[in-house]
């Protein structure tokens, strides 16, 4: 089924060309049905490529999917043309009052900050708050996933030795969880972090559960018992080349990092990459989506709070 994104949206041209069914604002307009409403706070600030690489996730869906593009206003965002934001951004300020059956919030590269110093945080906090009330389900990813459970249970993240990068396996903690329907035992994904979340710390808290972990990357994938919140530590979303650009971006920086781990063929930078974990990404967030969003959010949807009040799920 198609998502729905503005007819300008630079993501467009690319999913059409990888035969992924996009509708217009306007085409959709004239659809007599009620989209499952998305909102997406874009934190990174290669804007346009985590837009697509996200829309690309969340196009195998049971129904149209409306999206909504958040930014904060607290932070000047120096990688993305100031028209882009304006066109195809909102802000707090514009969705307040509104309410979404799913929402999204990315990861950011500030991880080696501590949370109150992160220039947005105030911000980012109001929006987690209101998320608790306007939102069916919210999905974390990577240093949004720690700044989630930082805001909502006190989880504190820790620095690593050096930074984790690379394309590691990961074992399911919790295999009847709809969340990994249709995974195999193991499953590969990309990491690229220099914090942590640990597994102990998590394991204290009786409202979350350990989905998935690493023995090389730790924790993946925790949720609530109302499966009103996920957080990710992984980008199951990334390209093909993604985890390259960031280590010659690196490199280029003067930084001693290692080369991504289980990445480039014979440890080889100069090789492509090949792709072992889109499959399973595209399942994550369909399974997400079909399980967690569409067969349990209310169709009135501004009755998401009180409708879901005390109700859980496996």
């Known amino acids: 089924m198609p998502i729905r994104i503005p007819d300008s949206l630079p993501a467009r041209a690319t999913l059409e060309e990888e035969n992924i069914f996009v509708i217009t604002e306007h085409r959709a307009l004239h659809q007599d049905i009620r ?181 090389d990357a730790g924790v993946f994938a925790v949720k609530n018992q109302k499966s009103r919140q996920f957080f990710v530590f992984g980008h199951p979303e990334y390209d093909r080349d993604t985890l390259a650009l960031e280590y010659k971006r690196d490199l280029a920086k003067g930084k001693n990092i290692p080369m991504p781990a289980n990445y480039f063929p014979n440890n080889d930078p100069s090789k492509e990459p090949l792709i072992t974990w889109r499959a399973h990404a595209q399942l994550l967030y369909t399974n997400w989506l079909n399980y967690y969003v569409y067969q349990t959010t209310p169709y009135a949807i501004n009755t998401i709070n009180s409708d879901m009040e005390g109700e859980e799920r496996a």
């Open 35 to 215: 989209p499952l409403r998305l909102l997406i706070l874009n934190l990174m600030p290669t804007k346009i490529v985590t837009e697509t690489q996200l829309l690309r996730k969340l196009s195998n869906t049971p129904l149209q999917v409306e999206i909504d593009l958040l930014r904060t206003i607290s932070h000047d965002s120096k990688n993305v043309d100031s028209d882009h934001l304006y066109s195809f951004y909102i802000s707090y300020n514009d969705i307040k009052d509104k309410f979404y059956d799913g929402m999204i919030i990315t990861g950011a590269p500030v991880e080696n900050l501590d949370f109150k110093d992160v220039d947005y945080w105030s911000e980012l906090c109001e929006i987690m708050e209101w998320s608790k009330r306007h939102v069916h389900s919210t999905f974390h990813i990577c240093w949004g996933a720690q700044a989630g459970l930082y805001y909502h249970y006190g989880i504190q993240k820790y620095s690593l030795p050096q930074k984790i990068s690379g394309i590691f396996s990961h074992r399911i903690l919790k295999p009847n969880a709809p969340f990994f329907r249709g995974f195999d035992d193991c499953f590969n994904a990309p990491h690229s972090r220099y914090t942590e979340i640990r597994a102990e710390d998590i394991e204290k808290i009786p409202d979350l559960e350990i989905l998935a972990v690493s023995d």
